[in-house]
């Protein structure tokens, strides 16, 4: 059981938008800034976004971030087959004193 | 190149220990706070430890308080993870990780290293 909670699976068509949730509390994602981790098949993860809505340079905009309260988003816009990964977003927990992720979202594109 | 390479994975008996190291290039070393990341395949990834740049802030997952330690040598910009009294639900693939972006936005990760902890 993560103490973020994200759906387990997203799917969407080429082309399409669609939005990844992440869902803390006011000793996470309340307090802290969320940051958003795309892992692709076999491969190590990679930084997506940080600070909630920031990219690092070499993400397309089409990713983007937001965060409201205890809870934070990831939108994907005009899909693409190569966005198909799993998707975590992360942020750190002042009560446990550690960072912690979602359980992760698998987007598939259709 | 910006690169971390993870090494001393391996196969352990429960009760046993293993040190991993993870060897950094390319960047300023000593700038970043480094974390160790695991993730079993097939599963989500879980937050092991971080340590701050000059090595004197660390803080662990309560899973493994006791039993890791991180530490770092900004000389040979090597990051180390001893691990001790090892248990079979550690085994899992284990990442470094930099973070550049502030201390948790980790920008720079090694490809994993595996650990199996079984008799």
């Known amino acids: 059981q993560s103490v973020l909670t994200q759906p387990p699976s997203a799917s969407g068509t080429p082309g399409q938008r669609v939005t990844i949730s992440c869902s803390g509390s006011s000793s996470n994602i309340g307090t802290?800034?969320?940051?958003?981790?795309?892992?692709?098949?076999?491969?190590?993860?990679?930084?997506?976004?940080?600070?909630?809505?920031?990219?690092?340079?070499?993400?397309?905009?089409?990713?983007?971030?937001?965060?409201?309260?205890?809870?934070?988003?990831?939108?994907?816009s005009g899909l693409q087959s190569e966005d198909e990964a799993d998707y975590y977003c992360a942020s750190w927990d002042a009560s446990l004193s550690a960072l912690v992720f979602g359980g992760g979202t698998k987007l598939t594109v259709l | 190149e910006v690169q971390l390479v993870e090494s001393g994975g391996g196969l352990v008996q429960p009760g046993g220990s293993l040190r991993l190291s993870c060897a950094a290039s390319g960047f300023t070393f000593r700038s970043?706070?480094?974390?160790?990341?695991?993730?079993?395949?097939?599963?989500?990834?879980?937050?092991?430890?971080?340590?701050?740049?000059?090595?004197?802030?660390?803080?662990?997952?309560?899973?493994?308080?006791?039993?890791?330690?991180?530490?770092?040598?900004?000389?040979?910009?090597?990051?180390?993870?001893?691990?001790?009294?090892?248990?079979?639900?550690?085994?899992?693939?284990?990442?470094?990780?930099?973070?550049?972006?502030?201390?948790?936005?980790?920008?720079?990760?090694?490809?994993?290293?595996?650990?199996?902890?079984?008799?």
Not at chain 1, 44 to 70: C, E, H, M
Not at chain 2, 38 to 50: A, D, I, Y
Not at chain 2, 77 to 86: A, I, K
Not at chain 2, 87 to 114: F, H, I, K, L, P
């Open chain 2, 32 to 119: 970043y706070w480094m974390h160790w990341v695991r993730q079993v395949p097939g599963k989500g990834l879980v937050w092991v430890s971080r340590l701050n740049g000059d090595g004197s802030s660390t803080s662990y997952a309560d899973s493994v308080k006791g039993r890791f330690t991180v530490s770092r040598d900004n000389v040979e910009n090597t990051l180390h993870l001893q691990m001790n009294s090892l248990r079979a639900e550690d085994t899992a693939v284990y990442y470094c990780a930099g973070a550049s972006w502030g201390r948790n936005a980790m920008d720079v990760w090694g490809q994993g290293t595996t650990v199996t902890v079984s008799s």
């Open chain 1, 32 to 76: 802290n800034t969320v940051n958003w981790y795309q892992q692709l098949p076999g491969t190590a993860p990679k930084l997506l976004i940080y600070s909630n809505n920031q990219r690092p340079s070499g993400v397309p905009d089409r990713f983007s971030g937001s965060k409201s309260g205890t809870s934070a988003s990831l939108a994907i």
